[in-house]
């Protein structure tokens, strides 16, 4: 018996790094599991990954598993995402928001249409996305949304401060952003028996994308964490009992160790304090 036996889950941000783990993570706890990302194919991206490979291994391991190719950015592409998954398998028990944008470079310098585009996908994107769930959710009285959040949630706090910082702030900004709007909607919907929590790494997890921005020296960093880990926390708060979990931000080991899935814990949440909203 799987923990997601039955399930219908949709996970953006699919075709590489923790959306993909997580969707075969999925899959192997028994959810049909709806891939979707923008990178169909091998090589339509500059970064290794697509949905075509997430849903082969997924598949080749016994799993079901299906892609949709949308652009969550957009209203066009949410509904696209929701819809299919409802024609193929059924209403929608599990959302999981972790397609993401990002890009480092300080203010001053910041082109306004990155800006924007980075705001679409990493919070119009989770807004949207619930929008279309939450309907059969509430009609059937139960769902799980989980956000993917960040460290780079947590300021730098006040200042004077010894370095210029790592251009991060844009992203920092658009995490801080989803964690409140988690904790806001979980206010809203707790009353249908939905729960909406956000997970963080407790640290840096190497993937294509923290590889290509240097935040980790390889998939071998010693600092890092595996994505495995992420997957396991997001698997954990999509399957506790709402009254447990709802409106909780949390990070991936802390949550882990809290729960006795993991013995030892490191990182955000452990050694160090987590935002604000982790706090209360």
Known sequence: ????????????????????????????????????????????????????????????AGGVALAVQADVSEEEGCSKIVETAKKEFGPVDVLINDAVVSYFMPIKDYPVKRWVRAFAVNVHGPFMMTQ????????????????????????PGRGPYKESGTGGTMYGATKAALERFTQGLAEEVQQYGISVTAVSPSNVVPTPGTVY???????????????????????????????????RVTYSQQILKEYGWIEKAKGRGIDTPGTGYSQI
């Open 1 to 60: 018996m799987g923990r997601l036996d039955n399930k219908v889950a949709i996970v953006t941000g699919a075709s590489r790094g923790i959306g993909k783990t997580t969707a075969k993570l999925f899959a192997n706890e028994g959810a049909k599991v709806v891939c979707a990302a923008r990178t169909l194919e091998e090589g339509a991206h500059f970064l290794e990954g697509s949905l075509n490979t997430t849903v082969a291994e997924i598949r080749q």
């Open 132 to 155: 279309k769930v939450l309907p059969d959710m509430i009609e059937r009285g139960h769902g799980a949304i989980v956000n993917v959040s960040s460290g780079a949630a947590i300021g």
């Open 213 to 247: 921005h240097k935040l980790v020296t390889g998939y071998d960093d010693p600092l890092g964490e595996s994505p495995e880990m992420m997957a396991r926390a997001i698997l954990l708060l999509a399957t506790e009992p709402l009254d447990k979990i709802t409106g």
